[in-house]
């Protein structure tokens, strides 16, 4: 089992950075592979960025590539989620999601652990 809490969304300007964190808590963190979510109002959730074990491996959807920088840091049981050059359309709650996948997914039913989420609002 493990659990997760993010941390670290707020409300900025376009063009405004935050860095989201989720804290992971129960069995092994190195046992899971780790992504980034997100869901706006009248949205499915859409996959934003995973990691790999070891951490030397990310992945990205299209619209944040560049801008976002998925990374983790073992000893402290915490994946982050760099948020820059933010635009309106990033505004959604973000969501971090953990599972014990053989292969990586983007598909948000392959990931069985959820945190609550943490609101980002973007400003035009």
């Known amino acids: 089992q493990v659990q997760l809490v993010e941390t ?23 046992n899971y592979l780790m992504a980034w979510f997100r ?21 990205y959807t299209n619209s944040v ?10 000893t402290k049981n915490t994946v982050y989620l760099q948020v820059n050059s933010l635009k309106f359309e990033d505004t959604a709650v973000y969501y971090c999601a953990a599972d014990e996948l053989g292969v990586y997914s983007r598909a948000a039913n392959m990931y069985h652990y959820w945190g ?8 035009s």
Do not use: Y
């Open 116 to 123: 609550q989420g943490t609101q980002v609002t973007v400003s």
């Open 8 to 30: 670290g969304g707020g409300s900025v300007q376009a063009g405004g950075s935050l860095r989201l964190s989720c804290a992971a808590s129960g069995r092994t963190f190195t």
């Open 65 to 74: 590539k560049g801008r976002f920088t998925i990374s983790k840091d073992n």
């Open 39 to 59: 869901q706006s109002e009248g949205s499915e959730r859409e996959f934003v960025a995973g990691i790999g074990r070891s951490g030397g491996r990310t992945f």
